[in-house]
């Protein structure tokens, strides 16, 4: 890949996007302003790149990190290595975090939607210069 040319016109990196799996994720700490970096699976929803996690009371501190500071570093790892900046959305919006949680639960074989709704973090990372729908099914 070129340095000049985004990572995101290279068809293994849409083709990465167009299917959930392993990544890291790194935020900057709210207190500190250091990168933190975290292994997560992202899902690839209705055109989306979708991160969530297990329930817990708690929130993470990945997810504490992007509400103070939304800009992320999506490090793709398995199909094609690249990092890719991102800015972080929460979705807190009940009718959208809903109909997103039902889908990553079916994509974890879990029936425990409900707790998820309350309890899991849901974001969506939306990648820089990745146009208005970042994951497409890859067609090449």
């Given amino acids: 890949m070129q340095l000049d040319t985004p990572p995101t016109s290279d068809p293994r990196v849409r ?8 990544v890291d994720l790194t935020t900057y700490g709210r207190r500190t302003g250091l990168p933190r970096r975290i292994e997560l699976v992202f899902h690839a929803i209705d055109g989306r790149v979708v991160v969530s ?7 993470r501190a990945w997810l504490l990190n992007i509400r103070a500071n ?30 997103l949680m ?8 879990r029936t ?16 820089d210069g990745y146009g208005e729908a970042p994951c497409q099914p890859y067609l090449g």
């Fill in 15 to 22: 083709r990465a996007l167009s299917r959930g799996h392993l």
């Fill in 53 to 59: 996690g297990m329930p817990r009371a708690r929130p």
């Fill in 70 to 99: 939304p800009r992320v570093v999506l490090h793709l790892k398995s199909i094609v290595t690249a990092d890719l900046p991102a800015t972080a959305r929460e979705i807190t919006e009940p009718a959208e975090r809903r109909r």
């Fill in 102 to 109: 039902e889908r990553v639960a079916a994509n974890w074989n």
């Fill in 112 to 127: 425990d939607v409900e707790l998820m709704v309350e309890q899991s973090p849901l974001i969506e990372l939306v990648i």
